[in-house]
């Protein structure tokens, strides 16, 4: 690397002791650095409380730009990790220099898995750990020049910020959802509807006074906003832990470790994210975010319109949930989830009398049948039991439920492709409209009735049918009785109608049904933030109240949660936390007097501490508030164009699709309903960016080698003289690919790696990293320096005469194009404009005129903001580039020089217009025409046709 380094090469000193080398760039970077953080060149002030300042700056507009704050890893950044705060950074220092008020600032998301195991391996403290990955990181980002605001950095993991973690979890413990308010209240406007008899007591007759201390938590239990639950969840034995069906892979192990995870019923915190479903959707339209984001967050939603219907079985009845209740006439079977609570109470003690082999698999009675399927059934996923391509499984109950349009009798089914987690549990079976009916029909010799009829030539024969037919552009047929009659109509009056007659029978209703689940809050581990929650001796839930938090995590000897035989599904996890008997059993006053209690002891999730902490950069150092409403509303309440307020720019990796961003939501929206936020949405308009990708090299056994000292010779890869294969991959310690951003400033400067970064293609796109290449962004600044810089002696050299026309419209060019590139994000073409600049003035020769030097030091300065810094104070300016004006185009050295057009009429040149070259065809279509020698040559003759090649070609074919 070092050979090809211009900047490493101390041949040059002697004859130009004023070179932008590697150690000059690193002299001006630390100089700058160290005036910035003295100054505080990047506080943003606040309208009031102790970050308040300048009231002037106050007024101006503002923006708030926020990266996705990292996780401090122990193994420090790579040059992958800066590429969003980078561009953030320029884009902050871009809308500083347009006379914002900017808020950009980092802190650490530092609760997390790699501190806490190596902590369980070591038996040191994560906390130590973590403190030291942070100081390290903090390091290695004061490096790159990021104009944070420092006063606000903190880490998920102090003290001051989880208080608020805890407090806003207990603003959700203690609220409940009003569905006609269709927001949050608190729990205590319930308990008072309870009171006065507004509102009956579910599951009790008698009154909420008569109730027991246990009786009325477990009904308020039902209406919380977090609550325990006893719910099937996702036990994973190898980690010691549960799990969220985030962290579940798509073949039903754990993302982490990849260990089986099981389902398994234990006490656990949920937070009752589905009373926002409905919200969750319709606000995503508001929000400048990626389609595709969008679509992930409405896909992981999942709202299906459909209808409840009943069907009679034994004196009970099955409900099911379809989404298709107009195809009711050709449900020819049902099918319960095999866990499905229902199934003991119908299953018969003999097989009905003639009943298929196919049904009973070969089992002597229903019992033994349903207990065999449901031992297969359960060692299987959610992902593995809906997958498309299987074969349908599954086995008769026995039992025989009623269709209740046609009354027929129809068998019931146990099968796993039915999930209990989804809508009721149970479907009624619609062989010719759905896949996976009509497969499991097929293979169980089901009837298969025709109800819509084929648009696509097939016929309604259905024993010649290869799969099902689902349109919803078809007509129904074979589905009317004397009381309700669909046939002829298409599908949406046909459910429209079926559903109207279903409610009238009582036998079922409309209803909308969500693939959102509640979301699992609980976790077995030590290094999270406690739950200020304590159960008194009758085991009622009680939440600590404001005086007592921080609740702080105790001190302990062993960091493990007990880990399980991974196999072993019929284990229960133990905590770290309930280890410590001592912190455990407490004797608290909640305001009746001192009594014993014993704490929760899992933990909060890892998420917990990203939901929220866009307001804590706000009104960092508040002991007394959240975030005091003022300051929340100035710089996120709703504004034009942004109903639901919310940050101006948020950056980060599309891997945050769903979990991050939907629980940030959540949280948002019930702060928003209990009247702490003006703004109902976190994140305005979000941006994903890009990786880095480097390229992976492997050696013979597949085994990565140092990609640093991989030779190329003739397009074949060798290391060590052994040849090795290359693929473009992700960046990492492991892959022995890593590029620290650290090297590359030692090399050349941060400013050159900044520029890199920016310039290796838009933003959004993964691109490979090529440390050859960066050498390419530091000749440019070796260029802008010499344009300004006599390397010889260190004086500047711009003179004071005003630049030639050719300058100014380049310059003025550049201007306005660098000006549109930084403010939509594309940084690349932003950095090739004012390349294309700094060339023009390297060709011109001669001195700069500081008319042309002071804008092209300006344009620069947000992407390399050290040099431009040390420029504009050699440029004699005192104050610093950061607070300047970007600069302004004048139009008139903007307007583009003009082409010729050829005006035709029947292939004969007629006229000559000069116009525009970004000039549209219909713009040359209308001068054409108007233009007088051609209306002349018309002669008014009739016009057939036009054709238009802008700029350059106008043909007119006459009549
Ligand atoms: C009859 C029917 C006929 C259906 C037809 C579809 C097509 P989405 O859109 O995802 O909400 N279903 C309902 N609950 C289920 C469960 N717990 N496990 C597996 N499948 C379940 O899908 C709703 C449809 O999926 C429902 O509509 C039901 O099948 C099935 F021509 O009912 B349908």
Known sequence: MSETNPAAAATSAEAAPHRYTAALAAEIEARWQDFWDADGTYAAPNPTGDLAGDPEVVARPKKFIMDMFPYPSGAGLHVGHPLGYIATDVFARFQRMNGHNVLHTLGFDAFGLPAEQHAVQTGEHPRVTTEAAINNMKSQLRRLGLGHDKRRSFATIDP???????????????SWYDDEADKARPISELIAQFESGERAVPGHTRAWHELTATERADVLGEFRLAYASDAPVNWCPGLGTVLANEEVT?????????????????????MRITAYADRLLDDLNELDWPEAIKLQQRNWIGRSEGARVDFP?????????????D???????????????????????AWPEATHDVWTGGHATPAEAVAA????????????????????????????????????KIPVFIADYVLMGYGTGAIMAVPAGDQRDFEFARAFELPIVCIVEPTDGRGTDTSTWEDAFGSYDAKIVNSSNDDVKLDGLPVAEAKARITEWLARKGIGEGTVNFRLRDWLFSRQRYWGEPFPIVY??????????????????????????????????????????????????????????????????????????????????????????????????????????????????????????????????????????????????????????????????????????????????????????????????????????????????????????????????PLDVSRPWDTRAVVGQFRLLQRLWRNIVDEATGEVTVTDAEADEETLRVLHKAIDGVRQDLEGLRFNTAIAKVTELNNHLTKAGGAVPRPVAEPLVLMIAPLAPHIAEELWRKLGHTDSVVHRDFPVADPQYVVDETVTCVVQIKGKVKARLEVSPAISDEELEKAALADELVVKALGGAGIRKVIVRAPKLVNIVTA
Request: glycine share 8%; proline share 7%.
């Open 373 to 408: 399927y449901r031992a297969q059934a359960g060692a299987k996923s959610d992902v593995e039991r809906q997958a498309e391509a299987k074969d349908k499984t599954g086995v008769f109950t026995g039992a025989y439920a009623t269709n209740p349009v046609n009354g027929d």
């Open 250 to 270: 798509a073949d039903g192990r754990s993302e982490r470790g990849n260990f089986p995870v099981f389902k398994a019923k234990l006490r656990q915190w949920n």
């Open 536 to 761: 008194d001796e009758d085991g009622v839930v009680h939440a600590l109240p404001e005086s007592m938090l921080p609740l702080e995590l105790p001190e302990v000897d062993d960091y493990s949660p007990r880990t399980f035989d991974p196999e072993d599904a019929d284990t229960q996890p133990e905590t770290p936390l309930s280890r410590d008997e001592d912190w455990v059993n407490v004797t608290l006053d909640l305001g009746d007097g001192p009594k014993k209690y014993r704490r929760e002891t899992n933990t909060m999730p890892n998420w917990a501490g990203s939901c929220w902490y866009e307001l804590r950069y706000l009104d960092p150092h508040n002991g007394e508030q959240l975030v005091d409403p003022q300051i929340e509303q100035y710089w996120m309440g709703p504004r034009a164009g942004m109903p639901h307020g919310g940050v101006d720019l948020y950056v980060g990796g599309a891997e945050h699709a769903v979990l991050h961003l939907l629980y940030a939501r959540f949280w948002s929206k019930v702060l928003y309903d209990l009247g702490h936020v003006s703004s109902a949405e976190p994140f305005h308009k979000l941006f994903n960016q890009g990786m880095i990708q480097a390229y992976v090299y492997r050696d013979g056994r597949g085994f990565p080698v140092p990609a640093a000292e991989v030779e190329e010779l003739g397009g074949e890869y060798y290391y060590q003289g052994e040849k090795v294969t290359r693929l473009l991959g992700k960046m990492g310690k492991s892959l022995k690919n890593a590029v620290t951003p650290d090297e590359i400033c030692a090399e050349y400067g941060a400013d050159t790696l900044r520029l890199y970064e920016m310039a290796m293609g």
């Open 327 to 349: 195809t009711l006439f050709g449900a020819t079977y049902m099918v319960l989830a095999p866990e499905h609570p229902l199934v003991d109470r119908f299953v018969p003690a």
């Open 160 to 174: 001051d910020y989880y208080k608020w973690t805890q407090w806003i979890f207990l603003q959700i413990f203690n």
């Open 313 to 325: 079985i034994d004196g009970e009845k099955i409900t099911v949930f379809t989404t298709r209740p």
